[in-house]
């Protein structure tokens, strides 16, 4: 029987069964939308493993309680920021405990009391918070810009001792910045989409990009529900620097034939600009969602939470590109920012 010393991180949606109940669609819809865009990438990037998914739940293994910890900081954050225009009732919101603790191995699945600890652990934490046992408090102690906030010991199902507990607090947390160098990311990004670009040269495609300063934020997507722990109350966090979303390229050639094209376009380039990393870019299909319709994108970037919005025309002559269709003019695209939860500004 193999046996390991592992990290382990139970996530659970909270409330999800009324979610279900009020819109199964659109709950289930939604859930993977974040799955593909923000939680899987968030969790490979940091070390991690799936081992399965319960519905609504994830139990996760890593190497480094220090990675566990950072990745559950960044992802209650990220989903903080992504779900705040949503009304509150209607918000995916998660729950999670973190243990480090000794467990079996069986096929790729892990068992033992190292793993229905941490799934007490998520039980116990708060809406939106994280909830660790000691074993993974003295590891990361000092180690991040959290705080652990100490619960005392709790008598939980199914474990024979108490369990000392501690909720961790990330109202100061911020994500560390990648370990290329900062020359580097700045033009990251451009040149994916240059190159892109260069391949389809000669396909009729213009996609440019500008920058418009910010709007002040005054609706109720300013503020996070005061039941996310670990935030101040009130606050609501930035998306991701390198956060995206691909609109479906209109097709201006007038051959209806062509459609397919233009949407190969945008898959591929969802696809290459996802493989940068510490990307995060907004699924293909949540994408799709908004074709062939009237789309604000000041409003795309609040909703999905991400930093940049691209819109893209393909004809047989080199037309525009834009995020304001209603243009007589060619003109630039622009960069949807994000200054607290809302609105748009520099990136």
């Not at 590891?139 to 001792?161: H, K, M, T, Y």
């Not at 961790?168 to 900062?182: G, K, L, N, Q």
């Not at 034939?257 to 990307?279: H, P």
């Not at 994408?287 to 393909?314: E, H």
């Amino acid at each position: 029987m193999e046996r390991k010393l592992v990290t382990i991180m139970c996530a659970d949606v909270a409330g999800y069964s009324r979610l279900i109940g009020l819109d199964e669609e659109g709950t289930i819809a939604q859930l993977r939308a974040h799955r593909r865009a923000l939680i899987d990438p968030a969790i490979a990037r940091h070390g991690g493993r799936i081992i399965k998914t319960m519905g609504d739940g994830l139990l996760v293994e890593f190497a480094s309680p220090v990675e566990a910890v950072r990745c559950a900081a960044e992802l209650q954050l990220a989903m903080a920021a992504r779900e705040a225009s949503r009304l509150e009732d209607r918000r995916i919101q998660f729950r999670i405990g973190i243990n480090l603790g000794d467990v079996v191995v069986d096929n790729g699945d892990v068992l033992g009391d190292g793993v229905n600890i941490a799934a007490r652990l998520e039980a116990l934490a708060d809406v939106g918070g994280i909830c660790v046992s000691r074993s993974v408090r003295d590891q990361v102690r000092d180690r991040l810009p959290v705080s652990f906030e100490d619960l005392g010991e709790q008598s939980v199902r199914n474990i024979a001792r108490p369990i000392r507990c501690y909720r961790v607090r990330f109202d100061t947390y911020t994500a560390e910045a990648p370990s290329e160098a900062p020359d580097r990311r700045r033009w990251l990004v451009p040149a994916a989409v240059a190159a892109s670009l260069v391949v389809l040269s000669g396909t009729g495609l213009l996609f440019v990009m500008e920058k418009y300063p910010a709007e002040p934020s005054t609706g109720p997507a300013a503020t996070a529900s005061s039941g996310i722990a670990g935030g101040a109350a009130g606050t609501v966090r930035a998306a991701p620097r390198l956060s995206l979303v691909v609109l479906p390229f209109a097709n201006l050639s007038g051959d209806p034939n062509q459609e397919y094209f233009a949407d190969g376009l945008t898959e591929d380039l969802t696809t290459d600009l996802s493989r940068i990393d510490g990307s995060f870019v907004i699924a293909r299909n949540t994408a799709f969602t908004y074709k062939n319709k009237p789309v604000d994108v000041r409003q795309i970037g609040r909703d999905l939470g991400c930093a940049t919005c691209s819109r893209a025309a393909y004809g047989e002559a080199m037309t525009w590109c834009g995020s304001t269709p209603s243009s007589s003019m060619p003109r630039p695209g622009r960069i949807c920012g994000r200054t607290g939860s809302t609105g748009c500004g520099p990136n």
